[in-house]
């Protein structure tokens, strides 16, 4: 891990001491910004090699704090490989993320690389890239369309059982008395991982709620009424709102509230804070190690994030794509040929694009961050520092 995140920021370094001398400006994220759908391309790190491949990175926006770091990433490390890169956000627009893509295809990239805004939204890109023979990479996020050629994602399903099983051992709910009251709240039905996220979730706390030992007073337990519009903090706030003047205000103890992300987990701490009676301290579950969210999870309003380690997910995605570019036959020995210092899986099973036809996976595993082991997952690896104001600074992003 350790390893691999040195190499990484070596080839930063190398990257933007190239970039300035050729007077470039080597902002990172240098893509289409909010609000916009002017793709930036980048010139190659080699100088001007024109036989240097193109690759379209297609991000979906850069509202939500990971993205930034997966576009900086994928950036850098194509880059620093000898690509040339066009990097886009879409303001978490379907259709401008059409639009960025079809730019990409028109400017003839070799290889397209899409984190999906929406998973079910891009049949008329994906087509126009399969007719073309442009590879696509998935990335994160599955986009259900056969032309989606890889999918490098983490484990989604243990990213959602990781969360369930952090709350089930926080209740103790195998030894306690009980009963505890609960909420959930899950991600954006466009992102096919959101799914995923709330089975693994719910999978772990089925058995207690039908046994009684876990309420949902809302009742609110299927994943279409928690669901969250594009992840976003204010729906997620809104929503909690409603349900701890519906369901709270009367005082009843709420003991804790499972969020898919940080961003929803965000939206759902500023209720309980600002509106939530009680004075115990509620467990509340993230995902991605966003910067305001390890704040919080120092400060002991947030119990814990699921980290996923997006460098490392480039790391897998720029192997996978030069592969793909050379014309090697792809499967599991990827993984053994790349050296790479962390655990991913090849996959060929869990992941359809459309019925039946499957998807073949790199899954690399996903982490739980507490306040007790911030420093050693995410300080010691080099992901974060630690600024003056004694809180995590993401390295990159
Ligand atoms: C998911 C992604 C998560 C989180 C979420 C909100 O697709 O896997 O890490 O970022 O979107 O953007």
Known sequence: MKKTLALILAACMSLSLVACGGGNSSTPNNGSQAGTSQPASSQPSTGGDTSAKTVGISMPTKSLERWNRDGAYLDEQFKA???NTIVTYSDNKNEQQVNDIQNML??????????AIDGNGLNTVMNDAGAAGIPV???DRLIMNDNSSYYVSFDNYTVGKLQGEYVRDALQLD?????????FTAGDPADNNAGYFFNGAMDVMKPYIDSGKVIVKSGQTAFDQVATDQW???VALDRAQNVLASYYSDGSQLDAWL?????????VTQAITQDYAGSNSVVITGQDGDEANLRNIK???????????VANEAVVTLDLAKAILNGDTIDASLISASGWSFDCAYDTDSYETTPGNKCPSFLLVPDVVTADNMEEKLVTPGYYTVGDDG???????
């Open 137 to 139: 990479i998935a990335y």
């Open 106 to 115: 028109s400017q003839g990239v070799d290889l397209l690389i899409i984190a």
């Open 81 to 83: 490989a000898g690509y």
């Open 175 to 183: 030894s306690a008395a009980g009963p505890f009251n609960m909420e």
């Open 232 to 234: 976003q903090t204010d």
């Open 391 to 397: 809180y995590l600074k993401a390295t990159n992003g």
């Open 259 to 267: 969020c898919s992300n940080d961003s929803t987990s965000l939206g």
């Open 299 to 309: 400060d002991g309003t947030q119990s814990m994030t699921v980290y996923k380690a």
